[in-house]
């Protein structure tokens, strides 16, 4: 059984920065692709990023490309958001998620394709 436990998230400014972290626990995430998705009130959970499980593939949703980077620490079990420039519309609670497929080169932006999921942390960005 996989946990994941996102952190970071926090009240800030329009066109600041901050940086969501997913440490999972319950056995290693090195072989799985990672996705960051997000979900605003009344809004159906939308797809933000995913990351292979080698980290050399990425992949965003056109709303984010430039301002938002994903990566990963194998060693720690942890997956990052680093979020710039942010938006007033990116409010919203970030959720990660695994992909438990083993070693899968193909990213997915669908989340019923994701098997765990954290339990979210709010991001809220004021105009």
């Known amino acids: 059984q996989v946990q994941l436990v996102e952190s970071g998230g926090g009240l800030v400014q329009a066109g600041g920065s901050l940086r969501l972290s997913c440490v999972g626990s319950g056995r290693t995430l090195s072989s799985n692709a990672m996705g960051w998705f997000r979900q605003a009130p009344g809004k159906e959970r939308e797809f933000v990023s995913a990351?292979?499980?080698?980290?050399?593939?990425?992949i965003y949703t056109d709303s984010v490309e430039g301002r938002f980077t994903i990566s990963r620490d194998d060693a720690k079990n942890t997956v990052y958001l680093q979020m710039k420039s942010l938006k007033p519309e990116d409010t919203a609670v970030y959720y990660c998620a695994a992909d438990v497929r083993f070693r899968s080169n193909t990213l997915y932006s669908s989340w019923n394709e994701y098997d765990y999921w954290g339990q979210g942390t709010q991001v809220t960005v004021s105009s």
């Open positions: 990351i292979s499980w080698t980290g050399g593939k990425t």
